[in-house]
């Protein structure tokens, strides 16, 4: 049961002139062919250690159900302090597989602690969790690769202060490290409380790292089956396996983008049609932007390439943002994840008898309605001439989900290829990181201060 | 206390060749006045009825405060039916003034009803929050102008058919139904069933009614002080009534985003710094989105018009958007949202001292971590040359809560007049409903059913 990929809606036959022609599609496929046989070249070394997770890690599986079937038991709360890919990844995955409203059940059905991932540093926000967690009862996973994220750290410095004072002895039990395992802080914390640790390897990159331990011990903590969810990616990575782009369905993915974006298509949405996928689009939105995102190539050109990933949900979001998907410019692609068989169903009652604008909707299911609107969509789309393709799963479960998380890695990388940029740096986040130090005065920063400082102050006029 | 908008990096001043020039911003001045002078002439009457809603209310805002407190004590859980304008708005509102873990927290803490906005047709959604509440004791508040709106109506259908089997007799006092007073088919079913009733105003559509019953009687239901949003939306009126964008801080926004996509910039990113503020943007995204996504403009002729809004979180996104924002091309604006001072604020603990690369945060706060950060992106994206402007909030309360909401529905007005489109339709739209009602074989729809048949079918070797 493979996710399918049907790019119809992304062609001429449907589209007229706004589409691709098989002509244009026979142009790019020796280019995605070169990206195919160019990223299968590195697979594996540098920062490409993602490509072989769903295959090197039965020893941490099983040190990592170990763990979590022991810790589920023992705690009433799970909280990642992470962000970025560190919290993207599981915030996505428990979202795609956990009952909906899984706080909210009694923690008898929840089988459990309940979820809370923490990635932002507003002290709101912080002073809300510790309204609603006891931390004696609360184990908390610190996820940062190099120990030095200034957000996760802080987080940190944080907690493990307020366990100190709450448990004293012992509290280092309820703190989990999630690291690297031969460099930075956290390590060094870690070894020297004594903290379970997992390690996410050298070779894999923040927003790659859902199936490494970043990602599965939180899943793991909810229940979820993490030798599934690497199946799934071990299948679609089988299935795309063919430097031919017409016999793999990531490669496709990534040369329809590349030719979208040379036609001045800088937008890309994502728009799953289950609220269960939903942050499925937030996990890609990283992975599209801060992969493809880059001021130069690798010939050092400026290229300020990248396209602008959009977040979308359906059919929600055809009464926010459809109106300006049919009527307005012909600058995005939108890519519509479907569900064909959703884990429960409802029908729609009787009781519209009267009105027949509402009563043919009667003794129909959900699960139909919100189908046949994305159907619907996807018409008005095409009808509009507006870019569009359809990645369907079968069903929600591990495995697809696996699946879906490999095939955007995949599709991210051979499409990083193609725009020949490196995919796995993010120089354009130092930036800002330098600011923040000399804005806090750390030592070492004091000539990015100066130039800071040197910055022409603000002019009352422009300030309304 | 209002809120500020500062535009110091949309101009050359810090962006060199790639920002405005006072010149620019002389010349555009007259069109801007011009669309202020259309606005003000139809303001009131049409679709712009929502401009006069923060003076026209005292009647409206005295039952609800009155109806919500009974309410209040009376039930544990307060569930809103409703799709585009009228969830974004309550879920906005709810997230910027409320606890930030009010679900969480116990009843006495909460000191009212847990709160869920369903918009969505997911059927596993559906099923989940019949899992988590007992409808018995559960207040529905259906939300739907017209009162046949598929999503809501379906909701409406299941939810009062689970009311009567649960409830027998008097099952009618769990709804409230907030809908047209003189129109469709909602308003009809509350005579006959004797729902409590609101009304939306004719001359306010979905996007522009969080601030009429739609989203007042949600807020009141949260404990939130209406008459102080309502308060906030008059001072920024007040503060906007003029046509000189230069003392006109809506109609400046407006303006420079016309200057922008003119200049090619077809996305606008609203990333506000604060967790409480996240749901703005969505509720921001609907509104920009919807409101000046038009195939035509007001003389007919095909612009396809429209920027694409993005909704994006500090400082969370700077670990996923920020490298694109600051390296990736120049087709964009970003809008920050600022906070002065947080309703709380936690001291970074010790604990850090043989690393320098985390020390430096030791006895600061996340206050101030937060908001430097906010201050080394706006750096960042500045000295990348990217256009940025930021809104600032004193504090987050109800007053500037109102204020950021009547300061968008204003820009959004006044750009849609540069841009001399229909504002406030949303046609774009029809065509899905249109195919959903062909595809159900509603009757009325046939020819479209034809039409969807006539669609050439889906050839296989387009999907992989």
Not at 434 to 449: D, I, M, S, V, W
């Amino acid at each position: 049961m493979l996710i399918k990929f049907d790019f119809n809606n992304m062609m001429e036959r449907t589209l007229g002139e706004k589409g691709f022609s098989d002509a244009q599609l026979n142009e790019i496929a020796p280019a995605a062919k070169t990206a195919f046989d160019r990223f299968a070249a590195k697979r594996g070394s540098g920062m490409t250690g993602w490509a072989d997770l769903p295959y090197n890690q039965d020893d941490i599986v099983a040190d990592i159900v170990a763990t979590a079937a022991r810790a589920r038991k023992e705690f009433d709360n799970f909280v990642v302090l992470g962000i970025g890919g560190s919290a993207l990844g599981p915030i996505a995955v428990f979202t795609a597989l956990c009952h909906f409203r899984y706080n909210d059940l009694p923690a008898e059905k929840r089988g459990g602690p309940k979820f809370f991932v923490e990635d932002n540093v507003d002290p709101e926000r912080m002073l809300a969790l510790l309204d609603v967690v006891d931390v004696r009862r609360t184990l908390f996973n610190v996820v940062t690769k190099s120990g030095a994220t200034s957000e996760t750290m802080s987080q940190y410095l944080i907690i493990s202060d307020i366990l100190k004072k709450a448990i004293g002895d012992g509290w280092q039990k309820h703190i989990v490290a999630t690291t690297s395992e031969s460099k930075g802080n956290l390590i060094k914390l870690a070894r020297k409380e004594g903290f379970k640790t997992f390690f996410i390897p050298d070779g894999v990159g923040g927003r790659f790292s859902e199936l490494c331990p970043v990602g599965l011990f939180p899943a793991a903590m909810l229940g979820i089956d993490i030798a599934g969810l690497l199946k799934g990616a071990a299948d679609i990575d089988k299935a795309c396996s063919s430097s031919d782009m017409f016999r793999n369905s990531a490669l496709m993915a990534a040369a329809l983008q590349f030719l979208a974006m040379k036609g001045g298509k800088n937008i890309s949405v994502m728009m799953p049609y289950a609220d269960s996928l939903k942050f499925m689009a937030d996990w890609y939105c990283q992975l599209w932007a801060e992969s493809l995102g880059k001021a130069v190539d690798l010939d050092g050109n400026t290229v300020n390439a990248g396209q602008t990933p959009v977040k979308s949900l359906g059919v929600t979001d055809q009464h926010s943002q459809v109106q300006l998907y049919t009527e307005g410019p012909f600058d995005k692609v939108i890519t519509i994840i479907g569900v064909e068989k959703f884990r429960g169903d409802v029908v729609i009652a009787d009781g519209a008898e009267e009105f027949p604008d509402v009563n043919f909707l009667c003794g129909h299911t959900m699960g139909e309605l919100i189908n046949t609107e994305r159907r619907a969509t996807e018409y008005a789309l095409t009808r509009s001439r507006h870019m569009n393709n359809t990645i369907t799963l079968p069903e929600i479960n591990a495995e697809t989900v696996g699946q879906l998380l490999m095939f955007f890695q995949l599709q991210t990388a051979y499409c990083g290829e193609m725009l020949n940029v490196d995919t796995f740096n993010q120089p354009g986040v130092e930036e800002g990181k330098n600011a923040t130090y000399a804005l806090f005065e750390r030592k070492g920063y004091e000539a990015k201060r100066a130039e800071l400082d040197a910055a022409p102050a603000k002019l009352d006029k422009y300030i309304i």
